[in-house]
Structure formats: C-alpha cells, structure tokens
C-alpha cells in the first residue's frame, strides 16, 4: 500500500526542531525559578541535554570547542534563568556594539554615564536559542581579539577558558576557573573527543593539565552562577 502521508520538509523539520528547543529551554528555566536558591542535579543534566547538540554543532562548523560553548551559555545565561536569556534569548552575555541591528534587551550590567552613574546596557536579542550559539561562535570568530584562541587545539578547554579571560570577554577576574570548574565537574569535556578515553587522556596531558584532585574552584562558585550586577528590571527593545 502506498503510504500518501507528506513527509516534512528539511525546512520545516529544522522549524519545528527550534521550536522544541525553546520549549525545552523554556521549560528548564521555569522549572529552576521555582527554587532559585539553588540548581538541582538533575535540572543541570537536562539544561546541559539540551543545549549539547547544537554546541556539538557549533564545534564543527566554527571551531569552537563545545565544551567552552556549554560551559559559557551555562555561567552566562544562569542556567537559561537570566532575564536576557529569557526576554531575548541572549545565552551569552553578548552587548549590542555599534554593528547590531538586530533586537536588543535593555538591563543594568557594568556600564556608566559621564556622571558615574550606573545606566542599562544593550544587549543583543534573538528569535531562537540556536540563533544565539550561532552568534556566539561568529562574535568570536569574526573578532581580531579573539583570533589567537583558534590557534589553541579545539579540545584543550583550559587554555581556551584562559584565552577567553586574557582576550577580555569578561571582567570577573576568576572567569576563566570558572569555565574550568564547570567542565570538569559536569564532564563537558566529553562533548570535544570521540571517547571517554582521549578525553582521559586530555585531562592528564592539556597544556597546563591538573589532577582533578587538586580542582578547588567548583566549590566556591554559587549553584546559581548568577552574573555579577544582573538586576531583575529589563525592557525589549526592537530596533
């Protein structure tokens, strides 16, 4: 019998793949508001689920480790609970700059006026979570800054966390043991090698490796990984 149900298109299949990822990342966040006063296991395991696959992605057509990508979306977006990740799908901290013509989310950060007074910063907005990643990796990418990273080997995370705080992508000076920290404990690592057996090998051979024993930083980070001087008050704005 000849099967006359359409089949979706590739188009259509990617359309409803982002779809479900919103709602999946959506979700998370709601789930994890309702104890904000900490990140249960299992809400990191499913936040970290989600987003594998398209920091994978993002790894093979960038060169952008996608342990760093996890890791960062992680630190910067609390989890898919900050406000800009929630108004604008902003996974990564990323500010407008002088090129964005795109959406934006207005919240208080780090900038000042003339006066040294503390004023709202223009974050960048995004119609979907993998239009975030994507920009994420061609923000890096496309920058002078950060173009001694992509001599780094892809799966060497440490130096990429440390390349990431020397280039200046954030101003908390522990930044980068951060990074670290959260890769280590989450064993993102895995998602750079093949096997769990480089990504051993990794872990005693990196160029600046560590027994995991001597690994003090995961303690002192908050289970929240709340951005320092995020406020709760945001507006959307549409350019």
């Not at 005693?204 to 995991?212: I, K, L, V, Y």
């Amino acid at each position: 019998m000849t099967n006359l149900t359409p089949s979706a298109s590739p188009a259509e299949s990617g359309l409803l793949r982002g779809v479900l990822l919103v709602a999946l990342l959506f979700w998370i966040a709601l789930l994890t508001s309702l104890h904000a006063e900490t990140v249960r296991r299992v809400d990191q395991d499913a936040f970290v689920e989600a987003i594998k696959r398209i920091s994978i992605e993002e790894h093979q057509r960038a060169g952008v480790p996608a342990s760093i990508t996890a890791a960062q979306a992680i630190l910067e977006s609390n989890w898919g609970r900050a406000p800009i990740a929630v108004a604008g799908n902003n996974y990564f901290g990323i500010k407008c700059k002088s090129s964005w013509t795109g959406e934006s989310v207005m919240q208080e950060d780090d900038d000042y006026n003339a006066a040294g007074q503390l004023i709202e910063s223009c974050f960048r907005a995004y119609n979907s979570v993998e239009e975030s990643f994507r920009d994420h990796s061609d923000f890096l990418l496309g920058s002078d800054r950060y173009a001694e990273l992509f001599k780094l080997a892809p799966t060497d995370y440490r130096a990429w966390a440390r390349g990431l705080k020397a280039c200046g992508y954030a101003t908390d000076p522990a930044y980068a043991d951060k990074l670290i920290a959260i890769i280590e404990r989450l064993e993102l690592y895995t998602l750079d090698w093949p096997s769990q057996d480089e990504a051993e090998w990794l872990m005693t051979n990196s160029e600046d490796a560590r027994g995991t024993a001597d690994q003090r930083t995961w303690t002192d980070i908050p289970d929240t990984f709340a951005p320092s001087g995020q406020g709760d008050e945001i507006t959307v704005r549409v350019n």
